[in-house]
């Protein structure tokens, strides 16, 4: 055969081998992609909507501009669905679930006929799962954020949802405020679609997969709701088929050095705890193994430099103001492995250099 992934784009040797291809090709006909369509290389885009997940819901958004990404870039776009967690509806935990999506997203990836893969997702579990099951899969791959929400406003104070939920109904329990201005409350601490607005674990993971190279540059920090939020998406969406031609693998971006990159910066953040033992797992799967020791090293050398919740006063659209992850790297450039390279296959210094 003359092409193995996609959905073929020629037949030569009239074998089984080819008659599988014209069996998928005639499938694929029957979805109304015409045979001009069928001859590009085919970008997979796995999303995660769901109706419990409002980090999600600007998804058909990011899915039509990934696709118009990659059809200005020449390929055929290809959504599919995996499942999404939805971090305040899952009962008892989303942990539970976490690597069960990486499977979907590994397994999907793996059966379905694509030549590179975009990942959307956003909430704690999602981008780490997603990770996962990229570099176990090994196909080219970028991730895509849902981005974080904009904060809201009571009382001359803005207000974003996890901390300052726990801070006023601490006040509630305590009798500092009353039921009516609880369920004001309530109504102004997650006025937008995204991510949490503070550094919690979905921001953290936003971050890490930036650092990891896995993300294109200066997104992880865009708010959900902005305009850069779905441009960033339709780049990551070309980028996706520049790989197709010049292949960066996942196990070429996520190594040792990547990894303990991004150790150094969830210190820097003051990001979440839990981005430990995500981080942990994604780099298991590229084979790499996580010191304990080296860990400790690395905390004790980094200075915390954002600040943001709930370590600081601030939040994500502020960082993003600030100049988000690349502000923290040049920063830190010193203490960093600066011939990593990320999915467009640029080195550290290269990036940190512009």
Known sequence: MSQKHGFGRGLTNYGDADFAL???????????????????????????????????????????????????????PRPFPTISLGEVFLN????????????DTEEMVRAQPMDAVVLIGGCDKTVPAQLMGAVSANLPAIQVVTGPMTTGRHRGERLGACTDCRRFWGKFRGGEIDVDEIDLVEGRLSVTAGTCAVMGTASTMACISEVLGM??????????????????????????VA???RPVLPSQVVTEKSVENSFRVLMALGGSTNAIIHLTAVAGRAGVR????????????????????????GYMEDFYAAGGVGAVLRELRHLLHLDTINVEGRTLEERLAE
């Open 22 to 76: 014209y069996l998928r090709r005639s499938f694929a006909r029957s979805m109304g992609i015409s045979n001009e369509l069928l001859g590009k290389p085919v970008v997979g885009i796995a999303m995660t909507p769901s109706g419990f997940n409002n980090c999600h819901r600007t998804m058909p958004e990011l899915v039509e501009a990934v696709s118009r990404g990659i059809l200005a870039a020449g390929a055929l």
């Open 92 to 103: 008892p935990t989303s942990m539970m679930f976490r690597n069960l999506m990486a499977m």
């Open 215 to 240: 993300s294109l540059p200066g997104t992880a920090a865009i708010p959900a709701v902005h305009a850069a939020r779905l441009v960033a998406a339709e780049e990551a969406g070309k980028a996706a």
């Open 290 to 313: 996580v010191s304990m020791d080296r860990l400790n090293e690395i905390s004790d050398e980094t200075p915390v430099l954002v600040d943001l919740k709930p370590v600081g006063e």
């Open 243 to 245: 790989l197709i031609s």
